[in-house]
């Protein structure tokens, strides 16, 4: 199997290729970064600039993919930013993938997400997953967790985590689609769908997340 990985270098993506690696039946990963990785057996890592993502590249001939680009409206600095990395680039790669033949997509997405939200984060999401329901993949898989609990970012996002304290005392109170969600079980099951490919569109909500 040849298994693609795009953002490997954020929180969830980090816990998805250590996931990867360690996993035999993932086959031969590719993880196309704007910087090196750590080189790792099985692993091909492209360097890339995702504002001119190369179409011809043969590493986009694989069996699927698991996206987990995103960034926040501080780092991106404007919605329009904000809009390039959480819906332009995974619809790219969602695209370039299927015209190389893939036949499964695994998006992390979010709570919330819906094209018609008026919280312009959800709707950008639901932007995104519709658009890339519509390019027609045989297996696609939504994934949509809550507040993400697990391990140190990359990037500096102190609002997430004044609420993760909030939301790990108040834990029992919270109702399960609410409630923080470890990182790595986001990332299994991002995995797990990527193995699987099961037939048609489903969406994981966070409460299915373990």
Request: proline content about 7%; overall charge positive; aromatic content about 6%.
């Amino acid at each position: 199997m040849k298994l693609m990985l795009v953002g490997a270098s954020g929180l969830v993506g980090q816990q998805v290729l250590r996931l990867a690696l360690a996993d035999a039946g993932a086959g031969h990963l590719i993880a196309p970064t704007r910087k090196p990785l750590a080189p790792a057996a099985r692993l091909e890592n492209p360097v890339v600039d995702f504002e001119r993502l190369p179409a011809d590249a043969p590493w986009w001939k694989v069996d699927a993919v698991i996206c987990t680009l995103g960034t926040t409206m501080a780092q991106a600095g404007s919605e329009a930013a904000f809009r390039r990395v959480d819906h332009d680039y995974p619809l790219a790669v969602a695209r370039l993938a299927l015209a190389a033949g893939a036949g499964a997509f695994v998006l992390n997405s979010a709570l919330g997400a819906a094209a018609d939200s008026r919280v312009f984060y959800n709707r950008v999401k639901g932007e995104a997953e519709d658009a890339i329901v519509a390019l027609g993949y045989r297996s696609l898989t939504l994934v949509r967790p809550s507040l993400l609990d697990g391990g140190p970012r990359p990037d500096s996002r102190p609002g997430e985590r004044i609420a993760l304290v909030f939301a790990r005392g108040l834990r029992p109170l919270i109702p399960a689609r609410y409630r923080a969600v470890a990182t790595e079980a986001v990332a299994r099951t991002l995995l797990a769908a990527a193995l699987a490919r099961a037939p048609g569109v489903r969406i994981i909500e966070s409460e299915g997340i373990a």
